[in-house]
C-alpha cells in the first residue's frame, strides 16, 4: 500500500524543483536580454564579420566551379580580384568621386535650404528645421544698439578664448576618435570575415560541438541550410546592387545630372537594406536632380521608379527565387522595428537576421513534426 505522505513529499520536492528550474531559466533568458542590448553593437559588427565571411566564401565556391584548386588558392585569388578592383576604383576615379561627393553635398545642402524656403513660402511651418540658427540669430540682440552711438569692437575676454579653444579641441577630438573608430570597425570586419572564410569548416565543427548530442543533428540541419540560404542570398544581393549600380548610373549620366557617378554608387549600396535603401536612394537622386531644373527632377523620379520597379519585381523574383521569400510588409516592418532600436545596424542587417529567423521557423513547422511521426 503506497504511503500518502511520501506520495506528497515527493509531489512537493517535484513541484519545488520545477519552480527553481524555471527561475533560473527565466532569470538566465533575461539575462541574455540584457546581454544583447548592452552589447548589441558588438555583437551586430561580429555578425557582419560573419556575413562577409559568407559572402567570400560563396564567391570562394563559385570560382570552384570554374577552376579546380584548394579551397585557400580559390580564396586568395577572390580576395585579390576584390581588392585590385576597390584599388582601380580608388586610382581611376578616386579624384572624380571625391570632387562629385562634394558637389553632391553642396547640391544637397542648398536645395534643402530652397525647399525649406518653399515650404514657408506656402504656410508649412519649419521652425523645427532650425537647428544652430536661433544662437546665431539671438547674438545681435543682446546687445542693443543706440542711435547714433559708433559701433564698438570689444575684444574677447580670456575666458570666452579659452572656452571656444575647449570647443575646438573637444570637437577635433569627437572627430578623431569618431574616424578611428569607423576604421577600426572595418578593418575588425575585415579580419573576422577573412578568418571564418579561410576555415569555414573548422567554425561549423566548433558551433556544432557546443550543442548537446541529442540536439546535434538538429542543429547540423539548421546551420547548414542558414549557411545555404545566406550564401544564395548574398550573391544575389551583390548582383542586384551592381545593376542598381549601373543603371542609376547611365540613366543619370544621359539625363545630364551632375555627381550621376557617385549618386549611382550610393544607390548602388543602399540596394543591401530592402525598400528603406531604396527610398533613401531615391530622395538623394530627386534632391540632388532639382539643381538642374524641374524637367531633369522629374527625369531622376521617373528613372529612381524604373530602377525601383526594376529592382522589385525583374531583379528579386528572378535573381532571389531560391534566396529568401519573405512578405515585403513583413520585412518592412521588421527593418523599422530594428532600426528604431538598434538604429543603422538594425536596419542595415534586418534581412539576414530574418531569414536565419525562417529558416528556423520553416524546420521546426515541417522537418520536426515530420521526424516525431517517423
Not at 552589447?39 to 563559385?62: E, H, K, Q, R
Not at 585579390?80 to 553632391?104: D, E, H, P, R
Not at 506656402?122 to 546665431?136: E, H, I, M, P
Amino acid at each position: 500500500m503506497a504511503d500518502p505522505t511520501g506520495d506528497r513529499l515527493s509531489s512537493r520536492n517535484d513541484l519545488a524543483w520545477a519552480i527553481a528550474i524555471g527561475g533560473i531559466g527565466i532569470v538566465l533568458f533575461a539575462s541574455l536580454l540584457l546581454f544583447a542590448w548592452h552589447y548589441a553593437a558588438t555583437l551586430f559588427l561580429i555578425f557582419a564579420g560573419m556575413l562577409l565571411g559568407v559572402a567570400l566564401n560563396a564567391m570562394t565556391n563559385l570560382l570552384g566551379h570554374v577552376v579546380r584548386l584548394p579551397h585557400a588558392l580559390r580564396l586568395t585569388f577572390v580576395c585579390l580580384m576584390l581588392a585590385a578592383m576597390l584599388s582601380g576604383v580608388v586610382f581611376l576615379g578616386g579624384t572624380t568621386i571625391a570632387q562629385q561627393a562634394a558637389v553632391l553635398s553642396d547640391t544637397i545642402k542648398s536645395q534643402l535650404v530652397n525647399v525649406k524656403a518653399f515650404l514657408e513660402k506656402n504656410g508649412v511651418d519649419t521652425s523645427y528645421f532650425d537647428l544652430g540658427n536661433q544662437a546665431a540669430t539671438a547674438a545681435p540682440s543682446t546687445s542693443p544698439a543706440t542711435p547714433g552711438a559708433a559701433p564698438t569692437h570689444n575684444l574677447p575676454s580670456a575666458g570666452a578664448i579659452a572656452s571656444s579653444g575647449g570647443a575646438i579641441v573637444s570637437q577635433t577630438l569627437k572627430l578623431l576618435l569618431g574616424t578611428v573608430s569607423a576604421v577600426g570597425n572595418f578593418f575588425i570586419v575585415l579580419f573576422l570575415g577573412l578568418t571564418f572564410a579561410a576555415q569555414p569548416s573548422v567554425y561549423r565543427s566548433g558551433l556544432l560541438f557546443m550543442m548537446p548530442v541529442k540536439y546535434r543533428a538538429r542543429a547540423t540541419i539548421i546551420v547548414d541550410r542558414i549557411g545555404e540560404t545566406l550564401e544564395r542570398w548574398l550573391i544575389a544581393q551583390m548582383l542586384t546592387m551592381a545593376a542598381v549600380f549601373l543603371v542609376t548610373w547611365i540613366g543619370l549620366g544621359i539625363i545630364g545630372i551632375p555627381s550621376s557617378f557617385i549618386l549611382g554608387i550610393q544607390a548602388g549600396l543602399l540596394a543591401f537594406i530592402p525598400t528603406v535603401g531604396a527610398i533613401l536612394a531615391g530622395l538623394v537622386v530627386v534632391l540632388a536632380s532639382l539643381a538642374s531644373g524641374w524637367v531633369a527632377a522629374l527625369s531622376a523620379f521617373i528613372l529612381f521608379l524604373g530602377v525601383h520597379a526594376l529592382e522589385s519585381y525583374v531583379l528579386t523574383p528572378i535573381i532571389q527565387r531560391h534566396a529568401l521569400d519573405i512578405p515585403p510588409a513583413t520585412l518592412f516592418a521588421f527593418q523599422i522595428l530594428l532600426g528604431i532600436v538598434f538604429g543603422i545596424w538594425g536596419l542595415a542587417l534586418a534581412l539576414p537576421l530574418m531569414a536565419i529567423a525562417k529558416v528556423m521557423i520553416d524546420y521546426f513547422k515541417t522537418d520536426k513534426p515530420r521526424e516525431a511521426a517517423a
